[in-house]
């Protein structure tokens, strides 16, 4: 079954940085593109990057461009965000999902991202 398992969240201070993993199963990894989302409390789940299958495009929201960094190994079947110049408003529960064909969404379990002094 497919399984999406997130990591590497945690409290981080203003400025600093972070790098959240997620190591997926299930699937042929290589043949999909991956997404990351997070969900801040009290608003709904919104869209912070995605990378195609091979990893030679990327897209990212607005809030995060030029401080986040999305990243594969499809070698180690995981998607990687690299978190910098960190926001109080990136606090977030941090999921990374993929969409299969047949358009059923798979989600992980999210991991917590405290950006706090």
């Known amino acids: 079954q497919v399984q999406l398992v997130e990591s590497g969240g945690g409290l981080v201070q203003p400025g600093g940085s972070l790098r959240l993993s997620c190591e997926a199963s299930?699937?042929?990894?290589?043949?999909?593109?991956m997404q990351w989302y997070r969900q801040a409390p009290g608003k709904e789940r919104e869209f912070v990057a995605r990378?195609?299958?091979?990893?030679?495009?990327?897209e990212y929201a607005d809030s995060v461009k030029g401080r986040f960094t999305i990243s594969r190994d499809n070698s180690k079947n995981t998607v990687y965000l690299q978190m910098s110049s960190l926001k109080a408003e990136d606090t977030a529960v941090y999921y990374c999902?993929?969409?299969?064909?047949?358009?059923?969404?798979?989600w992980g379990q999210g991991t917590q991202v405290t950006v706090s002094s």
């Open positions: 990378i195609i299958s091979f990893g030679s495009y990327r």
């Open positions: 299930g699937f042929s990894f290589s043949s999909y593109g």
């Open positions: 999902s993929v969409t299969l064909r047949g358009g059923f969404a798979y």
